[in-house]
T-cell receptor, first 114, second 114 residues
Framework: AQTVTQSQPEMSVQEAETVTLSCTYD???????LFWYKQPPSRQMILVIR??????QNATENRFSVNFQKAAKSFSLKISDSQLGDAAMYFC???????????FGKGTKLTVNP | KAGVTQTPRYLIKTRGQQVTLSCSPI?????VSWYQQTPGQGLQFLFE???????NKGNFPGRFSGRQFSNSRSEMNVSTLELGDSALYLC?????????????FGPGTRLTVL
């Protein structure tokens, strides 16, 4: 069974600084995908970034990038130039190829200080 | 294009009752998944539907059931409610069952069981 672990329940960062959120996962599958989702307070969950396991190149989306270490089963999210609007719960998730079922970590609450 | 809608947004029920939650996916989306979010257990997968067929089911008791209609709208039902069923129930839709398709989440239905 797949498991996803986020070891940082809470993190804080100063506006304009960089922060890295950690995630480790475990799977016996060779075909899987990894995701970071953002859930702002009382707002809908949205996809931040996605990584295909078969791709060695780390995914990037504007200020968001990942550090994907397949052998270590690690998938961290780096947020550069943090903004107040980045404050939210961040969930790391994975699924197996061919399935929409997502397995989520417990989440990391990110606070951005002005 | 309208996003994923869920009705009702809030529900209060008592133990032993049953409840039906509804999810309308984004127009053109044929895949719908349901998740239960609680502070203790986090986000847990309930069901996945595609073209009116249940493709996956999470590790929940038989009191939890669901279905999908020909217009892709989905409902989930919980019978004989227990206090532990209090949670935010999230629905997500995507174009198909490809993991490369982004899953778009609805705002959720907040269920409180008294």
């Amino acid at each position: 069974a797949q498991t996803v672990t986020q070891s940082q329940p809470e993190m804080s960062v100063q506006e304009a600084e960089t922060v890295t959120l950690s995630c480790t996962y475990d799977t016996s599958e060779s075909d899987y995908y990894l995701f970071w989702y953002k859930q702002p307070p009382s707002r809908q969950m949205i996809l931040v970034i996605r990584q295909e396991a078969y791709k060695q190149q780390n995914a990037t989306e504007n200020r968001f990038s990942v550090n994907f270490q397949k052998a270590a089963k690690s998938f961290s999210l780096k947020i550069s130039d943090s903004q107040l609007g980045d404050a939210a719960m961040y969930f790391c998730a994975s699924n197996q190829g061919g399935s929409e079922k997502l397995v989520f970590g417990k989440g990391t609450k990110l606070t951005v200080n002005p | 294009k309208a996003g994923v809608t869920q009705t009702p947004r809030y529900l209060i029920k008592t133990r032993g009752q049953q409840v039906t939650l509804s999810c309308s996916p984004i127009s053109g989306h044929r895949s719908v998944s349901w998740y239960q979010q609680t502070p203790g257990q986090g986000l847990q997968f309930l069901f996945e539907y595609f073209s009116e067929t249940q493709r996956n089911k999470g590790n929940f008791p038989g009191r939890f059931s669901g279905r999908q209609f020909s217009n892709s709208r989905s409902e989930m039902n919980v019978s004989t409610l227990e206090l532990g069923d209090s949670a935010l129930y999230l629905c997500a839709s995507s174009l198909s069952v490809s993991p490369t398709d982004t899953q778009y989440f609805g705002p959720g239905t907040r269920l409180t069981v008294l």
